[in-house]
């Protein structure tokens, strides 16, 4: 009975049927005039800002965007403060950086426990090999209590001594029962102190430290060599609960060799991996991604070419921004106009940092197109629509 009172009114016929279809249309119109204000805001992200230097200053979004951030143009001279501050950034971080200090002892190696010794007194085989086996001439391997024994000599403390001091000690020992014995003592393996290397390089483990200084250098060159992903310019040292950073970038591209810091026993060195290290293109680019930093420096005019440059169909090519996050500070964003070409020079010479967003923003044509596309389902759902309720009305 509801169903037929509600139909009731769409199936009069004479003078009410005009009346209904205005109706109908007149719903159809409001409702698609509710939809087309709710989407006035278009889908996707949008900057719309200009910077005050760019040409055509105060963008639509300028003032509520500077509200929320510092918005800069990209020109000359703003290009070149951001260089001659990140260059003093770079050297203030530089005289600042605490490496770890050289071993106490000079450079001299220490034997320890573990490492096995090779003695020999000259002309006397049956002091060095008494027994006349092979096993003998292996070596001797200093004790967990830092000694090892010798025929006539006894315990010989060895732990926490160079070589030369063993060698004296054991010409000592000798001289009561032999004239002017002839000692020559060397360390056959080095087992008791090694260095850790791990993160970013091709073989990590444990390096061993011979006579010869262990550098940093030489403990990655030892492992192997670095990653294809390293990330030179974080390079931790821990040494007991201490850490120490070290940007090799100085010592490889820059000369520092006092980067190339010494090691010493049950240090750890990590590589860290550059995908921490990146920055992110987005928006109105062929290949919206995140790139990994170079060894070295990246440019704007890079990172957008990496991504295949920018959509010459969807772009605004005069609203190109670079967003860089700080910790301590307001947010800063980067204002290019490029719509001339000439600009891509500029876009050359403004290095990006570690995590800077760039985002290219769409012409508002493209904007309102994505509109439209949102809305011609819903209309075309009206549509149907009102040709079931009003079959046969003119229209």
């Known amino acids: 009975m509801l169903d037929t009172v509600t139909a009731a009114p769409l199936m009069r016929s004479g003078p009410d049927r005009p009346r209904v279809a205005v109706r109908l249309r007149r719903c159809a119109i409001l409702i698609v005039s509710t939809v087309l204000a709710a989407a006035c805001s ?5 900057m719309d800002a200009r910077a005050p230097g760019n040409a055509n200053p105060g963008g639509a979004a300028s003032s509520s965007i500077t509200q929320r951030a510092d918005l800069y143009a990209i020109s000359p001279e703003v290009v070149a403060r951001l260089t001659a501050d990140a260059q003093a950034s770079r050297e203030r971080a530089k005289a600042a950086a605490m490496l770890p200090a050289a071993p106490a002892n000079g450079g001299r190696y220490l034997i320890g426990p573990q490492d096995v010794l090779r003695i020999i007194v000259w002309n006397h085989p049956e002091i060095t090999n008494p027994t ?3 096993n003998e001439l292996s070596g001797r391997v200093v004790n967990a209590d830092g000694t090892f024994f010798f025929p006539y000599v006894g315990h010989v ?5 160079s070589v030369q001091q063993v060698r004296d000690s054991l010409a ?3 001289g009561g029962i032999l004239k002017n014995p002839q000692v020559d003592v060397s360390i056959l393996q080095y087992r008791s102190q090694r260095v850790f290397v791990a993160g970013e390089v091709r073989t990590p483990g444990a390096i061993p430290i011979t006579d010869v200084p262990v550098g940093l ?3 990655i060159a030892a492992a192997g060599g670095l990653g294809a992903e390293a990330d ?6 821990t040494r007991g609960s201490t850490s120490f950073t070290v940007d090799l970038y100085d010592l490889y591209y820059g000369g520092d060799i006092s980067r190339n810091t010494r090691l010493q026993h049950g240090d750890i060195v990590n590589v860290p991996e550059r995908r921490f290290n990146k920055v992110f293109v987005l928006g109105e680019v062929f290949r919206p991604s995140s790139l990994a930093m170079p060894r070295g420096r990246l440019t704007l005019a890079e990172a957008l070419s990496d991504v295949g440059g920018v959509n ?11 967003i860089r996050g700080r910790a301590d500070a307001r947010p800063q ?6 719509s001339s070409a000439d600009a891509l020079v500029l876009a050359d010479r403004f290095e990006l940092r570690s995590r800077d967003v760039v985002f290219v923003d769409p012409v508002k044509v493209v904007r309102w197109a994505r509109v439209v596309n949102n809305i011609l389902p819903t209309i075309d759902v009206l549509r149907e629509t009102l040709n079931d309720l009003s079959p046969g009305l003119p229209r």
């Open 42 to 46: 278009a889908p996707g992200m949008k």
């Open 157 to 161: 403390q060895a732990a926490g001594r």
């Open 232 to 237: 030179l310019s974080a390079v931790t040292i």
């Open 172 to 174: 000592q020992g000798l």
């Open 333 to 338: 964003i980067f204002h290019l106009n490029g």
């Open 132 to 134: 006349g086996t092979a």
């Open 312 to 322: 010459p169909l969807t772009a605004n090519s005069g609203q190109i921004y670079v």
């Open 217 to 219: 250098v030489d403990a």
